[in-house]
C-alpha cells in the first residue's frame, strides 16, 4: 500500500535510493515534490530495486518511477491511475511501456509537443458573428473549465478545478467565443510561461463545432502572445486529433519531436 512521504528530505533520500545508472524513470516532478508533500499528496511503493511515487490528483494517482529491475512488479492500489512516458521519436520506449503493462496499465494517449515563432504565423482568419474576448467574470471561466473538462480525458487532460478558477480570471488566461447575442460557445486556457505564450485547452459546444471557432480562439491566442516577430508559441496536442493537429500545422506550428505517451489503470 501507499505510504504517505512526510518530508522533502523523505523523497531525496529515495530518489538517491532508486536513481541508478541505466534506470528508467519519468520522475518530473522534482520541482513540484516540496509543495505536494506539504499538501499530505505524495506517496511511496518501495521495492527492493523499483519505486513508484503516487502524487493525488483530482481523485485519482498520477504516477512518476524509478525502475532498475523490470522483473520486479510492485503491487498497486485499485484507485484510477495514470502516468505518462516522454519520449522522442515515433514510438515510446518498450521497456517501460512493457513493465507498466505487466503493471495492469494499458496505452491511453500520445501527444505531441508543437512551436511556432509569429514569423512563421499563417494569416488570421476573422469569423463573421462572432466576438472572442478575454473572459471578464468568475462566471465565464467557470463556464470555460467545466467545458474544458467535459470535453477532455478526466485522468490525462489536465482538470481544471474550481480553485483554478479565480487566478485564471485575475491571470487574464481566458478566452471565450460568443455569438451576437452573446452566448458562450467556446473558450481557450493560454498561459506565458517560459518564454513562451502556452495553449493549454482549447474547446468548442458540439453543436458549434465545424464553424471554425476554435481556430478563431486561436487566432486571439496568437495575438495575446505577440510581442514581436520573435514570439513564441507552445503547445501539446493529442496525435488522434487529426483536425487540430492540421489547424496547428496549417497555422504555421511545428512538430519539436518530443512526445507522451499516457497510460490509464482505472
Known sequence: MPVKIENHEQYIQLVERYNRKGRLTNDYLQNEAADLIARDQLYSICGQDNVLLLATKDGFFRIY???????EILS????????EILFRGENAPEAEVQWLEKTGFRKNLVRDQYFAKYSSITAPIFLMGAKIELAETIEEVR????LFNDSFDKLSGDYVSEEMCESLLAGKQILVAKDVAGKLYGALHFEKRQGACWLNHVAVVPQARGKKIGRGLTEAYIEQGHVDDNSRYMLWVQRQNKPAVSLYQKKGFTYMNKSTLSMIKL
Do not use: R
Not at 463556464?143 to 467545466?146: D, G, N
Open 143 to 146: 463556464w470555460s473549465a467545466k
Open 76 to 83: 498497486l492500489p485499485k484507485n484510477e491511475l495514470v502516468t
Open 65 to 71: 518511477y524509478y525502475i532498475n529491475n523490470t522483473e
